[in-house]
């Protein structure tokens, strides 16, 4: 990792970053401390350049790896480590048969459902709503255009052919 760049590890200390760099998002201290919670649970810490570049930090590695990235992108990626523990918690509560055990599930689901409402709250401040939007307004035109031309079914078939194609190429952030 090069020298000058500094780890955010500390709500504070992020919370100055976004300050320096004029990033806004309406939040409370506690969803940020979420975000840095899902960054070292998965073995990541964000870091700042002196620049004012946002890093992603591999730190599971050997020589951690960085990528550029936004907190867009931040907030983004810790959404999507929520929709998969909630996902996996929930597949191990069904499958559950000891009440112990179940309860602690419960508990953890629960939390997982709370800490979603408030990454759900900094998800709508990305840039990530507005292009979903804008490619459902993209999909709805070529849709009834399509309609005019081929009919209901067929029109139907593309698009699902489309969004499966869409999907595969990794469009569609979270």
Not at 12 to 29: C, G, P, S, V
Request: charged share 35%; with cysteine.
């Amino acid at each position: 990792m090069d020298k000058k760049m500094n780890f955010i590890t500390e709500v504070h200390e992020l919370t100055e970053y976004l300050k320096q760099q004029n990033i806004k998002f309406e939040a409370e201290l506690n969803d940020y401390q979420i975000l840095l919670n899902y960054m070292e649970g998965h073995d990541y810490r964000l870091a700042s350049h002196k620049e004012g570049n946002l890093y992603q930090v591999d730190i599971a590695e050997e020589e951690p790896q960085t990528e550029s990235c936004s907190m867009d992108d931040v907030i983004d990626i810790v959404c999507e480590w929520n929709y998969e523990l909630l996902r996996y918690t929930a597949e191990q509560l069904e499958q559950s048969t000891d009440k112990e055990e179940a309860d602690r599930l419960g508990i953890k689901l629960s939390s997982l459902r709370s800490e979603e409402e408030r990454l759900d709250k900094l998800f709508e401040q990305t840039k990530y709503p507005k292009e979903l939007d804008e490619l459902a307004i993209v999909i709805a035109d070529g849709f009834l255009q399509r309609l005019d031309v081929v009919g209901i079914d067929q029109a139907v078939e593309e698009l699902g052919q489309n969004i499966k194609s869409y999907a595969a190429r990794g469009g569609g952030g979270r």
